[in-house]
Every structure is written in C-alpha cells, then in structure tokens.
C-alpha cells in the first residue's frame, strides 16, 4: 500500500498529463490532506499559537510543495509519526541538510529518504524509527572491555540536518552522532550527510576518553567508517558531506541563534573527502589503509586491536542491518 502511495504522489507532480476525472480525484485527495494537516498541527499540544500561525502563512506561501508533503505524510507510513512529532509537517517550510537549496529540492530530498528508508528497511522499522525508537546495529568492546554500541535513531535535536541519525554511546550514553538523508542521484542512491553532534554534559573528556578506549580511534572517525559500512551494504553510489559554509544553521534565520563548532570541512578532508562544485564534499565508500608491516613497529599492537575492533564493527552492521 504504501508503494502505491508514493507512485501517487509522482504522478501528482504532474498534474497537466493527468485526465479532468484525475484532477478532481487528486484535488479531493489534497484538500483531506490538507485539512488532515492543519488539524494535526493545530491540536499539538507541545507548540505555541504563535507557531500554529506561522505555520500556516508558509503553507499559504507554497502552496503546491507544501501540499505535496502534506500528502505524503498523510497517505504513507509517517501519519503514525507525524502524531508523534507535529513538526515533521513543518520539516517542508524550513532548511533542510544544506540551506542553500531550493524549497522544491527540499522537498524532493524529504520524500526520497523517507520513500527509500521504507524501501531499503522495511516499512515497520522505518516506522519505528520516524516514531522515535532506535535500532542498534553493532556493539563492539573497548580497550578496557567497556561497551560501545552504533544504533540509528530519529534525533528530534537533529531533525533538519537529516531524517535519520547514527550515533555513537558509551554503555547506553550518546557519545556523538552523524545525521544523514537518503537520496537519489541519477538512478542511484546516495548518502547526504548533514550534521555531525557531540554530547553536551563533558563532551570533550568523554571524547577523550573514548579515544583512548577505541584504540586511538576518533569516535567521529568510527562513525564515518560505519556510515561508509551502511552505504556498501545498501549499494550506494557516493556521499556527501556537508560543507560548514552550507550547513543549515548558516541560513539567515539561525546565524546569530545557532553557533557551529564542529570543523566539518576538515572532518570530511581528513576522511579522505573531496571538495565539490557546490562546495560539499565526497567521500570514498572503501579507503586503504596502510599495511601493518609499514607501522612503526612499537605502534604495531595499538593499530592491530584498531583493525580487529573496526572489522568486528563492520561484521556486526553486516549481519545485523535488516535490509529487505
């Protein structure tokens, strides 16, 4: 049902090919998401007035994106996590993964994460995901046999970096976390990486600490090598990384509210990323690493329990991702 629900919305994209009888079919269908839409919003409880209001000015403001998404919350999978979380019906009005896009591409990008997510991970757990509960997919144990997990999970902090979140936690602590869409590229899919977060409470000792417990490892750069590990085992073509300069909070509405410490172009450089027109990165899907014979020699054990660690990682997202 669902499937049938996003071929819908393709073919409400272009209403001049449609026949009049479809037309009104369709403009009945949009005027129950509408109203389904505004209903929704207006009864959340967690929201000011003020908000409800703004929110319907920018549906005025964009009448046909906005009807688009509201359809395709309402006719899929996501109405369950809409009642959840009201402001996946505003995610169409505000920037999303990188500001300097278009509101049509926004929208574009929105509907493709959330159509491949139910396609790439069933619609019960992309459900479950967009409602908020997380699936771990791999544990690995530190230097000091402390427990390390890797889950997804929908982050409402993160919500406009991304639709999905892979985070990093220290015996059930978030340690930090990299927020990623779905997308497709010329009839491949892609990874879009939007935002990387650390933990607010002692972020950079529980960092440091970690480090020395992965082996020397960066947590980030766990986090990069076990996305890099999602999108083999998915077939994705490539990722992209968002550039500092083109994060959503660069956008004129959160420049002077919101205050970006992560070094992002240096984060994905060091990954192995490379800059591109749009001022974004790509990053390699398979990197080589050096060969432990060329190591220096007292080094040799740190970087042997590094590759054991990362190999067990990617086994355990292997075996554990449910792709259907």
Known sequence: MDILNWVELEIASNRSKEAPSARSVQGGSAFASMAWA???????????????????????????????????????????????????LDAIHRPFF???????????????????????????????????????????SGKNHEEYSLALFWGSSFKREGGMTLGLFLQGKLLQCMTFSFDREN????????????????????????????HGIQPRLLLIDALRCIAREINCAAIECIAKKNHIYQAWRYKFKKNIRAEYDALWVAAG?????????????????KPLSERPTNKRSEYRAREQLTLAMRNDIACRLPLV
Not at 55 to 81: E, I, M, N
Not at 273 to 289: E, F, H, I, K
């Open 38 to 88: 505004m209903g929704t919003r207006f009864a959340d409880t967690n929201s000011s007035f003020k908000s409800k209001c703004v929110f319907v000015l920018r549906s005025l403001l964009q009448p046909a994106t906005s009807l688009t998404w509201f359809k395709c919350l309402h006719q899929t999978y996501l109405q369950k996590a809409v009642h959840g979380d009201a402001s996946l």
């Open 98 to 140: 990188d500001h300097t896009i278009a509101c049509g591409a926004r929208l574009k990008l929105l509907s493709n994460h959330f159509r491949l997510s139910g396609m790439l991970l069933g619609t019960k757990l992309a459900q479950d995901l967009a409602s908020g509960k997380p699936y771990e997919i791999a544990t690995v």
């Open 187 to 214: 009839g491949q899919t892609v990874l879009r990486v939007g935002g990387v977060q650390a933990c607010n409470q002692g972020g950079r000792d529980l960092i440091r600490e970690s480090t020395k417990g992965l």
């Open 273 to 289: 990323g490379v800059a591109q027109a749009n001022g974004n990165y790509r990053l390699p899907l398979v990197t080589q690493d």
